[in-house]
């Protein structure tokens, strides 16, 4: 056999062998003391456990990097939490609603260090509907600011709410927070509170908005005293008064449409002459007493084909005619015909 016909070994196929056979060192330790590998850290020539100690200090370098990186992020988050409690406590302590959107656009630049802070309100109470934080606000902004299910971060955007800054040129990086009911993430915003600065790393697209989202609900909060009571409350129910009355309407236009209900009279087969009292069972005067309909007697009943005894066979549309048995009771006595009125148009409760 022509040895050129054996492929070549190459490095992979060396590492694979000591991958699958660990025990080669084992077997050759001194191999171990006898391979030099070059250094990563200079040109000398060290043997394979230096090596190896080497590269194990560089992990070990990068785990400390990324624990002490940790440890910032945590006394920065410990700093911004104790700030947050204090911006709300002072909030708590203003009085002054007028004032109030005033302080927390302030407490934003002093408390937060955010170099801009701006918001608007709107479907406030009559007496603070002349307020500038209450004005210059557009059907856009007040959709745009409802279309928001989270704070918005990132560069500058052709929004509204740019203009709302006092230096709107001077904004590199926003973030909107919209200002909502508090517990209802859903319901339609009632104002927006924008944070501006020039640093176009100051707010980006891809951090993390667990603490502008605290920031949104303490000031929503805050700012609901602004607002009117129950105005979401009231826009539904006028909604659903203007659905329903078309609905009333062509009710009140179609009598025809409501179930035709036979005559107190007609109980009984044929109707009493005119000005003669017909003659009536023990307990019968309930049930021909004209303020009971048969609808209504029926719907006294769980089962009055079952309770009464009532047997018999369809006799036109709507009604039955049958006998009643002796378990009928007062209502009618043995054998005497009685008519039922069966309405299938309405819905069934």
């Given at each position: 056999m022509n040895a050129n016909e054996f492929a070549p070994i190459t490095e992979r196929d060396i590492a694979e062998f000591l991958i699958q056979n660990p025990g080669f060192f084992e077997r050759n330790a001194e191999l171990l003391s006898a391979v030099q590998l070059g250094s990563a850290h200079g040109q000398r020539v060290v043997s394979l456990h230096e090596r190896q100690a080497e590269m194990l200090r560089d992990k070990i370098k990068v785990l400390e990097h990324r624990l002490v990186e940790m440890i910032r992020h945590g006394s920065n988050n410990s700093v911004t939490t104790n700030r947050l409690l204090k911006w709300a406590t002072?909030?708590?302590?203003?009085?002054?609603?007028?004032?109030?959107?005033?302080?927390?656009?302030?407490?934003?630049?002093d408390v937060f260090m955010v170099p801009q802070a701006a918001l608007r309100v709107w479907g406030v109470t009559p007496e603070f509907a002349g307020q500038p934080f209450a004005t210059g606000v557009s059907a856009d902004a007040r959709n745009f600011a409802s279309s928001l299910s989270a704070p918005y971060c990132g560069m500058h955007v052709g929004v509204e709410a740019v203009k709302w800054l006092d230096e709107?040129?001077?904004?590199?990086?926003?973030?909107?927070?919209p200002l909502r009911p508090a517990g209802q993430p859903r319901a339609?915003?009632?104002?927006?509170?924008?944070?501006?600065?020039?640093?176009?790393?100051?707010?980006?697209?891809?951090?993390?908005?667990?603490?502008?989202?605290?920031?949104?609900?303490?000031?929503?909060?805050?700012?609901s005293r602004l607002t009117t009571p129950g105005a979401s409350c009231a826009q539904a129910a006028s909604l659903g008064a203007e659905t329903a009355a078309p609905a009333s309407a062509a009710h009140e236009a179609s009598p025809s449409a409501a179930p035709q209900v036979a005559e107190p009279g007609a109980a009984y087969g044929?109707?009493?002459?005119?000005?003669?009292?017909?003659?009536?069972?023990?307990?019968?005067?309930?049930?021909?007493?004209?303020?009971?309909?048969?609808?209504?007697?029926?719907?006294?009943?769980?089962?009055?084909?079952?309770?009464?005894?009532?047997?018999?066979t369809p006799s036109g549309p709507g009604w039955v005619t049958g006998a009643v048995s002796a378990s009928a009771g007062p209502v009618a006595s043995e054998g005497s015909s009685i008519r039922l009125v069966v309405d299938n148009s309405g819905p069934s409760f």
């Open positions: 002072g909030l708590y302590l203003e009085h002054d609603l007028n004032a109030l959107p005033g302080k927390i656009c302030d407490d934003m630049r709107p040129t001077q904004a590199a990086s926003l973030a909107l927070l339609p915003a009632f104002g927006m509170l924008v944070l501006a600065s020039p640093d176009t790393q100051r707010y980006q697209e891809d951090m993390a908005t667990d603490f502008l989202e605290r920031i949104a609900e303490i000031a929503s909060a805050a700012l044929s109707a009493p002459a005119a000005g003669a009292a017909a003659p009536q069972p023990d307990g019968a005067a309930a049930a021909s007493d004209s303020s009971v309909s048969p609808v209504q007697l029926a719907a006294q009943q769980e089962s009055p084909a079952q309770e009464q005894g009532v047997s018999g």
